[in-house]
């Protein structure tokens, strides 16, 4: 097949994805040929919310799959496969699961038979009881990639305790910081979790100096800008990673960047991470699965496979604003993880817009196209 023949067939291709804006349009509507006229706002406010639907269905299904697991294709059809497939079952779920609840219920007693008796015998000695805190914290972390069977291949220095400067990366799964967390002690800010997590958050990941928040009240945001402010300026402190997309997206995609880690007038380290799919999906829909049973569906796996880059810092150049400066690194990230860039918000994931507000959005974009109308 010549050259011209493989453009008209991938541009075919894309032409299915496009939607079509006549599927939006309502049943009985025709297109007339009617004099052109003077146009009036009640005009445009008549066609805009059938508009608003229309590309409101196109930007909800760009966005929406950002947060969605895809499963592989099933390989197990045949009568040849389906009892590999079920030998497979039994050798997860019977044996590799149960062996590393074993090994997990074995690192969790090694590491509070430690981390309790050094938490409270060594208030006086608060240097010491870091470093020893540090490194029980990362043993610990190790115990759950091991949990994974994680192999995970690491890329780059290893990050070092410097003052003013952030650690910057992709977020996929709460795991993300169990597996950045093996290597090096960060101090991360993170999304406040209920139930077991929330108790391993304010009692023991509190020793190594996280910062956590609640993204619905208002008032948690100027007091984590006040901590992240005075954590990067101790020279002792651990390492600060911050996941700036704010939420947990599906490793294909990397949604914006929040502009706060890229305002603290420090260096910036970012830091890429991918996961290969061969398999388990290592994303976490928090919204529809609980991470014990993300954790479960981990373990009961063969096995958590990735690769963690640590890139060159970055800093804010003259004249780059916050937004550009973390458009910028989220450009380095996502090509080195080969993650696609989207234009939309985490947050959304959490709360929509009102109908209010997209409504008097949309009046005001018909008055500001009826303005520029009007002045030609």
């Known amino acids: 097949m010549n050259s011209t023949g493989t453009l008209k067939s991938s541009s075919s291709e894309l032409d299915l994805d496009r939607p079509n804006i006549e599927d939006y349009l309502p049943s009985g509507a025709a297109i007339q040929q009617e004099p052109r006229g003077k146009l009036r706002l009640h005009d445009l406010l008549d066609i805009s919310p059938t508009l608003s639907e229309a590309a409101g269905a196109i930007v909800d299904d760009s966005f929406t799959r950002c947060f969605k697991s895809n499963p592989p294709e099933p390989w197990n059809w045949n009568i040849y496969l389906f009892p590999l497939w079920c030998f497979g079952v039994v050798v997860r779920y019977l044996i590799l699961f149960p062996t590393r609840v074993l090994g997990l219920t074995l690192g969790w007693i090694i590491f509070l038979s430690a981390f309790i008796p050094v938490h409270l015998l060594l208030k006086g000695h608060d240097k010491l009881r870091r470093n020893i805190?540090?490194?029980?914290?990362?043993?610990?972390?190790?115990?759950?990639?091991a949990s994974w069977t994680g192999v995970?291949?690491?890329?780059?220095?290893?990050?070092?305790?410097?003052?003013?400067?952030?650690?910057?990366?992709?977020?996929?799964?709460?795991?993300?910081?169990?597996?950045?967390?093996?290597?090096?002690?960060?101090?991360?800010?993170?999304?406040?979790?209920?139930?077991?997590?929330?108790?391993l958050q304010s009692t023991i990941l509190e020793s190594v100096g996280c910062i956590w928040f609640n993204r619905t009240e208002a008032k948690d945001r100027e007091i984590v800008?006040?901590?992240?402010?005075?954590h990067v300026q101790g020279a002792d402190n651990n390492p600060l990673l911050i996941f700036p997309e704010g939420t947990c997206v599906n490793n294909h995609y990397t949604v914006m960047f929040k502009k706060g880690a890229f305002e603290l007038g420090c260096t910036v380290c970012p830091v890429a991470i991918k996961y290969n799919k061969i398999f388990v999906d290592?994303?976490?829909?928090?919204?529809k699965q609980s991470f014990t049973k993300h954790l479960l569906?981990?373990?009961?796996s063969w096995a958590v496979v990735c690769d963690v880059w640590y890139l060159e810092p970055q800093n804010l150049k003259p004249g780059e604003t916050p937004i550009e400066f973390a458009e910028r690194v989220r450009d380095i990230i996502s090509h080195?993880?080969?993650?696609?860039?989207?234009?939309?918000d985490g947050y959304l994931k959490?709360?929509?817009?009102?109908?209010?507000?997209?409504?008097?959005?949309?009046?005001?974009?018909?008055?500001?196209?009826l303005r520029r109308l009007e002045e030609k």
């Not at 800008?225 to 005075?230: G, I, S, T, V």
Request: with cysteine; glycine share 4%.
């Open 133 to 145: 805190e540090r490194s029980l914290v990362e043993m610990m972390c190790g115990f759950f990639v």
């Open 297 to 300: 569906q981990l373990m009961t």
């Open 350 to 369: 959490y709360s929509r817009p009102s109908p209010k507000h997209r409504e008097r959005k949309q009046q005001n974009f018909a008055e500001s196209v």
């Open 225 to 230: 800008a006040r901590k992240l402010r005075e």
């Open 282 to 287: 290592a994303f976490w829909n928090s919204r």
């Open 152 to 199: 995970v291949k690491y890329h780059g220095p290893k990050p070092s305790r410097r003052p003013k400067q952030v650690f910057v990366a992709n977020h996929t799964s709460m795991i993300d910081f169990i597996i950045l967390e093996q290597m090096t002690a960060f101090a991360v800010i993170m999304q406040k979790h209920p139930g077991w997590v929330g108790l």
């Open 336 to 344: 080195r993880a080969g993650l696609k860039k989207v234009p939309w």
